[in-house]
């Protein structure tokens, strides 16, 4: 059953109750203290994807989409696949790569590149509250630059104590959201974080190295149990 948030109440309802898709509650706002007690249960904010969910309203007048799925697909920072072009391009030093240097030009761009979808999920209310996160240091971003210093990939996301939640990434340049990736997980892997949440399948991710665990499993990762 889907339940309806109100602003007033922060809460989330058990995601073993949520719909067979994973979506779990609508409405609601986002605070930080919300966000970052949806992240620390798993549950993450979207918008509608369809034009049929917008006909006929305001932008403000949609309600925010919460939603938890029980299967998940995660990679585990130690099991990045490394590809034989990606060694190269590696090695090559075609590109360089910083940690948290320009979170705004990251989700910036994946805003951008995402803005023929109306307000898809991540629009101006969504941008704001990351970079907030952000501020707080709940959320940090990979850069990959040229050897001009133009930003041509990267990927940001939220970070828990023991799980990184990655929300959206983006490449100007072939390759580079991999190559963001892979140095995010040499980083994550050095400090002990036990998981990538990729949320869900894509063949991208999927290439490079990702699998489905429970969210039984999920959350133990999360606990630091695993």
């Known amino acids: 059953m889907v339940c309806r948030l109100s602003d007033d109440e922060i809460w989330f309802p058990d995601p073993y109750g949520g719909d067979s898709d994973g979506l779990l509650a609508v ?60 060694r190269t391009l590696i090695n090559k030093k075609t590109y360089k790569v910083s940690f948290n240097q320009d979170f705004e030009g990251v989700i910036n761009n994946c805003s951008g590149l995402r803005s023929k979808e109306i307000y898809a999920w991540l629009g101006p209310d969504m941008v704001k509250a990351y970079k907030e996160l952000y501020k707080l240091g709940c959320a940090i971003s990979v850069e990959v630059w040229d050897l001009d210093d133009n930003l041509v990939g990267g990927l940001y996301g939220v970070m828990t104590e023991h799980v990184f939640a990655g929300e959206s990434m983006f490449s100007l340049k072939p390759s580079a959201s991999k190559l963001a990736l892979i140095y995010l997980g040499q980083l994550l892997a050095e400090n002990g974080i036990s998981l990538i949440d990729c949320q869900f399948e894509t063949p991208h991710l999927l290439s490079m190295g990702g699998r489905h665990i429970t969210y039984k499993d999920y959350m133990e990762f999360m606990k630091g149990e695993k």
């Open 27 to 86: 409405g609601g706002d986002l605070s930080a203290e919300r966000l970052f007690l949806a992240y620390s249960n798993g549950i993450f904010p979207w918008y509608p994807f369809h034009k049929e969910a917008y006909q006929g309203h305001n932008l403000s007048e949609i309600l925010i989409q919460w939603w938890c799925p029980l299967d998940r697909f995660v990679i585990f920072p130690k099991e990045i696949h490394i590809s034989h072009s990606m």
